[in-house]
């Protein structure tokens, strides 16, 4: 008797199997084609490269319209402050657009904030502080502390949200990118013009 219990159960186990791989079969989705990037997409390098050169074509051609904006420039007496409005009106635009994302996904935006936080403050401290050791001039090491500090999360954010959607978490980690550093590269633009005085005495 068990012995025939043990066949029937067998055959119905095998009966299952069957049917689990003709469903199988039958809802097969076919593979997806691998996504191409767009000609945009495909050469931004060259798009990055062809600004750069008209950037310096401008400054070699129009240097009256250099000194104009220049002009604008943090630090330059400016009466409206053109680059910190700018920056500001960039985080007003981005919050907009992402603010649901941003408050439902809060842990991630922590976990994204906190490092590049400690990495900004780092970076900038370790190379203001190495020019001043090297005694290089003030108006080269208060740039170069930013630029050493910088992630370059502007041209992050159009790339990932290009690529893989606006709710993607590649677009999270590039806006929690911008919303983070415009504020604390800032305090470092504001900490390097408050401390002049150490490149004068060095």
Same mark, same amino acid.
């Given at each position: 008797?068990?012995?025939?219990?043990?066949?029937?159960?067998?055959?119905?186990?095998?009966?299952?199997?069957?049917?689990?791989?003709?469903?199988?079969?039958?809802?097969?989705?076919?593979?997806?084609?691998?996504?191409?990037?767009?000609?945009?997409?495909?050469?931004?390098?060259?798009?990055?490269?062809?600004?750069?050169?008209?950037?310096?074509?401008?400054?070699?051609?129009?240097?009256?319209?250099?000194?104009?904006?220049?002009?604008?420039?943090?630090?330059?007496?400016?009466?409206?402050?053109?680059?910190? #409005? &700018? @920056?500001?009106?960039?985080? *007003?635009?981005?919050?907009?657009?992402?603010?649901? +994302?941003? /408050?439902?996904? =809060? %842990? $991630?935006?922590?976990?994204?904030?906190?490092?590049?936080?400690?990495?900004?403050?780092?970076?900038?401290?370790?190379?203001?502080?190495?020019?001043?050791?090297?005694?290089?001039?003030?108006?080269?090491?208060?740039?170069?502390?930013?630029?050493?500090?910088?992630?370059?999360?502007?041209?992050?954010?159009?790339?990932?949200?290009?690529?893989?959607?606006?709710?993607?978490?590649?677009?999270?980690?590039?806006?929690? #990118? &911008? @919303?983070?550093?415009?504020? *604390?590269?800032?305090?470092?633009?504001?900490?390097? +013009?408050? /401390?002049?005085? =150490? %490149? $004068?005495?060095?």
């Amino acid at each position: 008797m068990w012995r025939a219990v043990l066949r029937a159960v067998s055959r119905f186990i095998s009966h299952l199997k069957r049917m689990n791989n003709q469903s199988t079969t039958a809802t097969a989705i076919p593979a997806a084609e691998p996504k191409r990037l767009a000609f945009f997409e495909r050469y931004l390098t060259v798009w990055v490269l062809v600004c750069m050169v008209v950037g310096v074509a401008f400054g070699k051609l129009l240097p009256g319209l250099t000194g104009t904006l220049s002009k604008l420039e943090f630090g330059q007496g400016s009466q409206v402050n053109v680059p910190i #409005g &700018v @920056l500001l009106l960039t985080l *007003v635009l981005i919050f907009a657009f992402q603010a649901e +994302n941003l /408050t439902l996904r =809060w %842990f $991630a935006v922590l976990l994204i904030a906190v490092p590049i936080i400690i990495q900004v403050y780092f970076n900038s401290s370790l190379a203001y502080l190495l020019m001043r050791w090297f005694k290089v001039p003030h108006n080269v090491a208060s740039p170069g502390a930013l630029i050493g500090a910088s992630n370059f999360f502007e041209l992050a954010v159009a790339v990932a949200i290009t690529l893989f959607g606006a709710g993607s978490g590649a677009a999270l980690a590039t806006v929690v #990118g &911008v @919303l983070v550093e415009v504020p *604390v590269m800032l305090s470092v633009c504001s900490f390097c +013009n408050r /401390t002049r005085h =150490w %490149f $004068a005495k060095a």
